[in-house]
């Protein structure tokens, strides 16, 4: 069971970046998805999320909404979260996050995260 994240680098502000996270060993369209973050020394900050349902809401923290969209290929087993209009303060670690409930069980599972520079 694996979430591999990919995808970060060094960029300006205002320039654009696809973070990937691919899942092996567990099905991925049965789980809810999200992305977290964590820039230098402040915690943890939910980015994003959004349900298996084909109708289901994406969440945005406030900080992110407009300019951040997460996306799933089930087919591809992959979660992505695009990111425009990139500013200095979301510099941070992000990371994939995978989780579901099911038969009075919870299955969590986090990717190794990926950093994201956003420097002039």
């Known amino acids: 069971v694996q979430l591999q994240a990919s995808g970060g680098g060094l960029v300006q502000p205002g320039d654009s970046l696809t973070l990937s996270c691919a899942a092996s060993?567990?099905?991925?369209?049965?789980?809810?998805i999200a992305w977290f973050r964590q820039a230098p020394g402040k915690e943890c900050e939910g980015v994003s999320c959004?349900?298996?349902?084909?109708?289901?809401?994406?969440y945005y923290a406030d900080s992110v909404k407009g300019r951040f969209t997460i996306s799933r290929d089930n087919a591809k087993r992959t979660m992505y979260l695009e990111m425009n209009g990139l500013r200095l303060e979301d510099t941070a670690v992000y990371y994939c996050?995978?989780?579901?409930?099911?038969?009075?069980?919870?299955?969590?599972?986090w990717g190794q995260g990926t950093l994201v520079t956003v420097s002039s």
């Open positions: 996050n995978a989780e579901r409930r099911a038969n009075g069980e919870w299955y969590d599972y």
């Open positions: 060993g567990f099905p991925l369209n049965y789980f809810t």
């Open positions: 959004v349900s298996n349902n084909a109708d289901s809401t994406s």
